[in-house]
């Protein structure tokens, strides 16, 4: 192959890969509430929003996931350990019903 093909098929791929991101769906944002930018600072550091918005859990089991989280290196202030608690369980509770996931387009290999 020559330089150019080579070079022109690099940009090619850079472009591609590069755009991948931009075809998923955009990742919702937390409801608003008192703890709403602390909790999407610290958790979306991680991971998307949905891996929250999707929960459903009481608020014993929220108290475990936020301290899991905690333990596996969330950066929660220890005074708004209780905050985040509260606003999850108030907005994700078990008796409201689920988050509806749009369907995204993906890649399968072949």
């Excluded at 937390?30 to 909790?39: E, I």
């Excluded at 610290?42 to 891996?51: F, Q, V």
């Excluded at 333990?71 to 929660?76: D, F, I, P, S």
């Amino acid at each position: 192959m020559c330089k150019v093909s080579l070079r022109w098929a690099v940009a090619l791929s850079v472009l591609v890969w590069g755009s991948l991101p931009l075809l998923r769906a955009q990742s919702p944002e937390l409801p608003a509430g008192p703890a709403q930018a602390k909790v999407t600072t610290a958790c979306l550091e991680c991971h998307e929003s949905r891996i929250i918005t999707q929960q459903r859990l009481s608020k014993g089991a929220w108290t475990k996931e936020v301290d899991k989280m905690i333990k596996w290196g969330a950066v929660v202030d220890p005074a708004d350990r209780d905050s985040f608690i509260e606003y999850l369980s108030a907005n994700f509770p078990p008796d409201k019903a689920p988050e509806q996931m749009p369907r995204v387009a993906s890649i399968r290999k072949r």
